[in-house]
């Protein structure tokens, strides 16, 4: 699996709507969150922050787990010319908060980082962290693909896009995935209509009549004036 090719799967068909994640499980939708009391606007109310400093302190995965977790995100996100590794910049702790955050997917996860154990034992009588590359991506292979795995994988296919939705959405959230998706955020621009060698290109103009009306670009700064009868100036 390369990069652009783990992209396609990313944002095309039913994988991409899991990018995101929210926390909209059966089981969060039943306990309504706790009324704000305090705090400032845009800002964290004191239960937030204690809710935070609870969910930092505690950790889900094992150090083997860890381990694993690092090999797959990594699979998902490999090192390249353009941008690190998804573990160098913290997705496995990502993953890690968020399983504490939501802990309808602790089960599911555990349950796939159990299964590359038996199948690693199944095919090579090993443990998942003894394989080598190639045996590790034999087996990653055949849940990475949702189109054309087999039927008997249909479990771990759906364990994998759990994990390829963590990743993702933890190294989009760095620095690092900004700038690998050249995402430029909200800056100060003007337009100053469609170019005229467009219009000319496309057989259209502006109407004459309302050439006067029009903002020029040398006249945008100056402030609006209006007369009393609430005509413009």
Sequence with gaps: MNRRENLKLLFTGSI????LL????PDAQKIPPPPPV?????????????RDQKLMAEHFFTEEEKKKMTILVDIVMPKDAESPAASEVGTV??????MIDQPSNQTP???????LDYEADERFGKTFLELNQDQIMEII???????????EFEGGVKWFNLVRNFAATGFFSTEAGWKYMDYQGNKVNVWDGVPAEVMQKHGVSLPEQYLSLY?????????AEWDADGNLI
């Design 16 to 19: 991409g709507t899991g990018l």
């Design 22 to 25: 929210t926390n909209c499980t």
């Design 38 to 50: 305090s705090g400032t606007i845009g800002g964290r109310t004191d239960e937030e922050v204690l």
């Design 93 to 98: 702790d990502f993953i890690d908060f968020m």
């Design 109 to 115: 996860m555990r349950g796939g980082l159990m299964w």
């Design 141 to 151: 292979d055949d849940v990475a693909w949702p189109d054309t795995a087999k039927p």
């Design 215 to 223: 903002l020029k670009p040398e006249d945008r700064g100056r402030v």
